[in-house]
């Protein structure tokens, strides 16, 4: 078999060994080097313990020999059985010393200046080679001598034993039971994750409702859950909406091409005696239908995009004028409100122009009398910008569903067929797809008058807002056009 095991696997790959072996080897460095350190500060200690406990032997040493003899034997200390000592005169010779050094040499002497005892070859036979000794100098009885006390190092050894013992038993037990821990709790930690990992395997496009396991847990597992069903939940509405669009896109395109198929046939059934003009001119209309919504598709597909094409300083005064003048009015009177003040966005103009020409062709086209434009800026630095028509206005419920794609609502929201054709119900999703690219919002509302607010909010540009009151021009700049070239596609 080729292919990587997808069951339980043991190999450095696992992030489960991974954190085991990380763990071992860390507790294993942490537990050596504070047996180290306690070894060091036990060894220190121990030694100064005998030190002092030397120290004060020799100081009853030199106590003994006050009256001008010195005891024989000298008494051992009551500190430690096993300290032994002698007391040297300056000339080498040993007055006095306990029984088991009686009759020999010095064992130990302590040169001019120096701080510790020096060994003498008479301490090989008598002394352990690990012992430890002190000397001190002392006037006894006018005489001047040198005191050496000495003791094993026993203590010192039983410290050493305890070390060996705790590091060749106590680490490897002490690891073995730290990482059989560590691995069965990353294990039971990481088995909601084997779960998840199975569930999505299974997941395919055509099956987008399934959803992974979910712990339950309020930690980073838990969140990953969570995280990955609201993935999924979001991709499976883009799925279906991305199915539904395509099923609208296509019944959108075929009814312009069927008409277009049936008035090019019926004119080849009589070619003598078709009208050709007339079904020219009807063929012109269906292509032009078909060009305007190959136009709105694509121009939909770019509002896919997180950011616009360009970023530029777009004086929205300019923009209405320009929607204004490109957009058929049907007899429906456009005016700007005088109290409208002159604000600066920062965006794309041709998207930015292809919003205001939707929304106010949508207006127009449901409009009795007239349609009322206003811009106005927020505390909040946004800029608002109303479109009011005088129609019959948009009911409550169907507010937030005529932007959905290919949405049209009843012809009872028209007072005129002719200025409804040619709606593919694609200008609002659009107009709404622009203004989220810029980090705007598009809502529907209801007019004083009872028509229908079309609400729009855009970030305002306060550097090119200065600017433009600085110098005194368009907030487009010179040589760009706020929407040059951009009035020749018709708006919804």
């Known amino acids: 078999m080729n292919g990587p095991r997808t069951g339980h696997r043991i190999g450095l790959r696992t992030v489960r060994t991974r954190v085991t072996a990380v763990a071992g080897l860390a507790l294993t460095i942490a537990v050596t080097l504070g047996l180290v350190i306690l070894y060091l500060l036990q060894t220190e200690s121990a030694q100064r313990t005998v030190d002092d406990q030397l120290r004060t032997y020799a100081a009853q040493v030199a106590q003994s020999g006050q009256g001008g003899t010195w005891p024989h034997p000298l008494r051992g200390s009551a500190l430690d059985a096993s300290a032994q000592a002698q007391v040297i005169a300056s000339d080498g010779t040993v007055l006095a010393s306990t029984p088991p050094l009686a009759g020999k040499g010095p ?6 200046g120096a701080a510790a005892p020096l060994r003498q070859p008479a ?9 430890r000794a002190i000397g001190t100098r002392a006037v ?3 005489t001047s001598v040198t005191i050496i006390a000495v003791t094993s190092t026993e ?8 070390f060996a013992r705790l590091l060749l038993v106590g680490v490897p037990g002490i690891l073995l039971l ?21 569930t999505v395997t299974t997941i395919s496009a055509a099956d987008l409702a399934r959803r992974v396991p979910d712990p339950g847990t309020r930690d980073e597992v838990g969140d990953l859950a969570r995280t990955m069903n609201d993935m999924l939940g979001r991709l499976e509405d883009s799925s279906a909406r991305q199915r539904r669009f395509v099923a609208d896109a296509s019944h959108e395109l075929r009814s312009p091409l069927a008409a277009l198929r049936t008035t090019l046939e019926v004119g080849l059934a009589h070619e003598h005696v078709a009208p050709w003009p007339d079904i020219a001119r009807r063929a012109v209309r269906q292509s032009q239908r078909l060009e305007t919504l190959a136009e709105e598709l694509l121009a939909l597909a770019r509002g896919d995009d ?19 003048t490109h957009t058929p009015d049907f007899g429906i009177a456009i005016t700007v409100d005088p109290a409208s003040s002159a604000s600066v966005v920062v965006g794309d103009p041709e998207d930015l122009s292809r919003l205001l020409r939707n929304i106010l062709g949508n207006a127009v086209r449901y409009a009795r009398h ?55 119900g694609l200008g ?14 598009v809502i529907l509302d209801q007019a004083t008058g009872g028509g229908a607010l079309a609400v729009v909010t855009l970030p305002r540009s306060p550097t090119a807002g200065q600017q433009q009151r600085e110098h005194g021009g368009g907030g487009t700049g010179k040589g760009e056009p706020a929407a040059g070239g951009l009035g020749q596609i018709p708006g919804q």
């Open 107 to 112: 064992v130990y002497t302590l040169p001019a």
């Open 123 to 131: 301490a090989d036979a008598i002394v352990s080679g690990d012992a």
């Open 140 to 142: 006894v009885h006018g």
């Open 155 to 162: 203590l010192l050894s039983k410290i050493n034993e305890t």
């Open 178 to 198: 730290a990482c059989s821990t560590v691995w069965l709790v990353v294990g039971r930690a990481l088995r909601p994750v084997e779960g998840i990992r199975r």
């Open 306 to 324: 997180r950011q616009p094409a360009r970023r530029l300083p777009v004086d929205l005064g300019e923009l209405v004028d320009d929607a204004r």
């Open 370 to 424: 007239g349609v009322v434009i206003r811009i106005a800026e927020t505390p909040d630095d946004l800029v608002r910008i109303e479109i009011e028509d005088d129609g019959p206005g948009v009911p409550e419920e169907d507010r937030e569903r005529v932007f959905d794609r290919f949405v049209r609502l009843d012809t009872s929201r028209s007072r005129s067929r002719s200025r409804d054709s040619g709606s593919s």
């Open 428 to 441: 609002l999703p659009i107009a709404r797809a622009i203004a989220t690219q810029h980090g705007g919002t």
